[in-house]
């Protein structure tokens, strides 16, 4: 099955600070996406990453605070900067693996405090 | 605004028992469908996609689709606690992201 190996998987973090998230496919893919899920809801779409390109943002979802990198068609990160604690929530990324759907990574547990 | 509506629940059905979830979508141009389970504290699992109006069965889950009605649903056969989890329906236009509504928590009780 698909391998899509994110870290950290956890992090308590001081506001003002930054943290950048990894995400590492075991394949290439053309988008890779992050998503937002705050306590007890649903998923919310960050962006959209393309390599070469830069990333397309949600509404409500800014690069000065969620810059994005796209190196090549493995790997992106996303960086949640000048943390607050309203940032406190579990980070995702995904992508479409063909014969297995969207899948995801394990997620990144944040904690500002 | 693309939306995905699903009733939050809790959904509570006794071991054994068929759990019917829901969901509607608002943008017409949706291509594909998918239910995802996620279990406390874990990432989303996908564990039905369907493309077409009709039925799609794989093992004890059955998923519906009709487009007209612009709507959704997924039935678990022979419920068993370990379904218990919540249940995220999840539409997109091809290449695109996946839009996720809210998510209906399901607890079969044994």
């Known amino acids: 099955s698909a391998v899509i190996s994110q870290k950290p998987s956890r992090d308590i973090c001081q506001r003002g600070t930054s943290l950048t998230i990894q995400c590492q496919v075991d394949s290439q893919v053309t988008m890779m996406f992050w998503y937002r899920q705050q306590p007890g809801q649903s998923l919310t779409l960050i962006a959209t990453?393309?390599?070469?390109?830069?990333?397309?943002?949600e509404s409500g979802f800014v690069i000065d605070k969620f810059p994005i990198s796209r190196p090549n068609l493995t790997f992106s990160t996303l960086t949640v900067s000048n943390m607050s604690p309203e940032d406190s929530s579990i980070y995702l990324c995904?992508?479409?693996?063909?014969?297995?759907?969207?899948?995801f990574g394990s997620g990144t547990r944040l904690t500002v405090v | 605004q693309k939306e995905v509506e699903q009733n939050s629940g809790p959904l509570s059905v006794p071991e054994g028992a068929i759990a019917s979830l829901n969901c509607t979508y608002s943008d017409r141009g949706s291509q594909s469908f998918f239910w995802y389970r996620q279990y406390s504290g874990k990432s989303p699992e996908l564990i039905m996609s369907i493309y077409s109006n009709g039925d799609k069965e794989d093992g004890r889950f059955t998923a519906q689709l009709n487009k007209a009605s612009q709507y959704v649903s997924l039935l678990i056969r022979d419920s068993q606690p370990s379904d218990s989890a919540t249940y995220l329906c999840?539409?997109?236009?091809?290449?695109?992201?996946?839009?996720f509504g809210k998510g209906t928590t399901l607890s079969v009780s044994s």
């Open positions: 995904s992508v479409d693996r063909r014969n297995y759907g969207y899948t």
């Open positions: 990453a393309n390599q070469g390109s830069e990333a397309t943002y």
């Open positions: 999840a539409v997109n236009e091809a290449g695109t992201a996946l839009i």
